[in-house]
Every structure is written in C-alpha cells, then in structure tokens.
C-alpha cells in the first residue's frame, strides 16, 4: 500500500499517497493510520517530514490528529472543502461515481445562475471575450477542444458576473475537471449544439435579458446532464430533480 518517496517533495509525495488511500477506501473514515514510526519507516521518511504531511492531511479535513489518540481518518464528506473535488473527481468512476453526477449538477445550478448575473451586469463591451471563446469553439476541431472551451466560456461569465467568490469557486475545481474532461467531453451535447449554444448565450448576455440567459443555460445544462447518464449507461449518473429555473 506505502512505498518510500524521494526527497524532494517529500510531504507533498506522503501527502499524494495517504490522500489516494483516504479517499479510495483503504482508509475508512473512523480508522486510525499506522503510528507515525511505523510510517515513516515504510515511507522511508523522517518523522519530521511525515508530521508536516499528517498537518496537510488535517487541514484537508481528512484527518484528526489528537494526542493519545494517534491520527484518525474522518469522513470527508463531513469534514473536507471543495479543494478535494479536483482530487476525487479522477478516481469518481471506480469510487465515487455519484461525483460525476453531483458535478454535472453543480455545474447546470452554477451556470445558470451565472449566466442571470452576467446579462444582467454585463457592459457595453463585456461580451467581447464570450464572443471570442466562442470563435475558438467554432475552429476547433474535436469535441475535447470544444469541451475545453465551453469551460472557458463559464469561466468568462463568471469573470462578468462579477462576483469574486463564484470566481475561486470555479477556479477551485477547474483542475478536477481539467482530468476529467476527456470522458466528459464524450458523455455531453456534441459540438454543433455547444456552438449554437455559446451564439445563443451571447445574444441574450448583449440584450441584458438576465431570465432568457439563466433559461437557456439551464436547459443546455440539463440536457447535457441526461445525455451523459444515456450514454454512460449508469444509472448513478441520472440527474435528480431540480426547482425551475
């Protein structure tokens, strides 16, 4: 399960490996972690570098360290941030499919929500980037580039939107679904309905109608939510019910 790590980096490789363990499982969440020289032993690292890597896991929240106690894995659904989505996303097919769902989900209530914000306070010029983003798309030559650059696209509304805690939010999982975007760029709408999309985003952002922007992103999202559950064939990946826009 432990291998020993190089120098460099040391507490962050010891941080990658006890992670991985926590989140897949070999760790449950109530169980404690080997002793700390059992570890450093089989990690092949000083105690020091292995209490500095213990410290990262519990600011993480995925880990308590308590004195007599030892260092004991808590449940991180309870205890984590949003930072441990871009780390669970890769391992969410074989051990937390519902991620993929729950993400698609995030990702239609955040869109549309941004989008109501963007056309509601974006400037005379502020559609210029969408405009460009959406050029990109329009070259692009596979449905993995087009993906990317819907990405991009949100996050550039997000940037109109004008609000500064959405901004980190996105930023925050933009790496997780950065290593996932090769699945999903195939489980979502194709192309030419991502383009037409972005056209039809556009003019309702340049119009400042804040409702017809919110619906148009929620049914692009929604959509892509049901096409990814089709063609993934699981049923853990079915969208769950939402209000109306």
């Given at each position: 399960?432990?291998?020993?790590?190089?120098?460099q980096r040391v507490a962050e490789e010891i941080v990658e490996q006890l992670r991985s363990l926590i989140l897949t499982g070999q760790y449950p969440p109530g169980s404690k972690l080997p002793p700390e020289r059992d570890l450093?032993?089989?990690?092949?690292?000083?105690?020091?570098?292995?209490?500095?890597?213990?410290?990262?896991?519990?600011?993480?929240?995925?880990?308590?360290?308590?004195?007599?106690?030892?260092?004991?894995?808590?449940?991180?659904?309870?205890?984590?941030?949003?930072?441990?989505?871009?780390?669970?996303?890769?391992?969410?097919?074989?051990?937390?499919?519902?991620?993929?769902?729950?993400?698609?989900?995030?990702?239609?209530?955040f869109g549309r929500e941004i989008a109501r914000l963007a056309a509601f306070r974006c400037p005379t010029d502020g559609a210029q980037k969408l405009t460009a983003l959406a050029d990109k798309a329009d070259a692009a030559t596979?449905?993995?580039?087009?993906?990317?650059?819907?990405?991009?696209?949100?996050?550039?509304?997000?940037?109109?939107?004008?609000?500064?805690?959405?901004?980190?939010?996105?930023?925050?999982?933009?790496?997780?679904?950065?290593?996932?975007?090769?699945?999903?760029?195939?489980?979502?709408?194709?192309?030419?309905?991502?383009?037409?999309?972005?056209?039809?985003?556009?003019?309702?952002?340049?119009?400042?109608?804040?409702?017809?922007?919110?619906?148009?992103?929620?049914?692009?999202?929604?959509?892509?939510?049901?096409?990814?559950?089709?063609?993934?064939?699981?049923?853990?990946?079915?969208?769950?019910?939402?209000?109306?826009?």
């Amino acid at each position: 399960m432990l291998k020993p790590v190089e120098k460099q980096r040391v507490a962050e490789e010891i941080v990658e490996q006890l992670r991985s363990l926590i989140l897949t499982g070999q760790y449950p969440p109530g169980s404690k972690l080997p002793p700390e020289r059992d570890l450093s032993k089989r990690l092949g690292v000083n105690r020091a570098s292995l209490r500095e890597a213990l410290k990262k896991l519990e600011h993480l929240g995925l880990v308590r360290i308590r004195q007599g106690d030892g260092t004991r894995v808590t449940n991180f659904m309870e205890t984590g941030g949003i930072e441990l989505v871009q780390h669970l996303l890769p391992l969410a097919g074989r051990n937390h499919p519902e991620l993929i769902r729950d993400m698609l989900e995030l990702r239609r209530i955040f869109g549309r929500e941004i989008a109501r914000l963007a056309a509601f306070r974006c400037p005379t010029d502020g559609a210029q980037k969408l405009t460009a983003l959406a050029d990109k798309a329009d070259a692009a030559t596979s449905p993995l580039e087009v993906f990317e650059t819907d990405f991009e696209f949100y996050v550039a509304l997000t940037q109109i939107a004008g609000n500064a805690v959405m901004g980190l939010l996105i930023n925050t999982v933009r790496e997780g679904v950065r290593s996932y975007m090769p699945l999903l760029s195939n489980l979502t709408a194709t192309p030419d309905i991502v383009r037409a999309h972005h056209r039809a985003l556009i003019e309702a952002v340049q119009a400042k109608d804040a409702e017809r922007a919110a619906k148009i992103a929620d049914d692009h999202l929604r959509a892509g939510a049901e096409l990814a559950a089709r063609m993934g064939g699981r049923s853990e990946l079915q969208p769950q019910p939402l209000p109306a826009a």
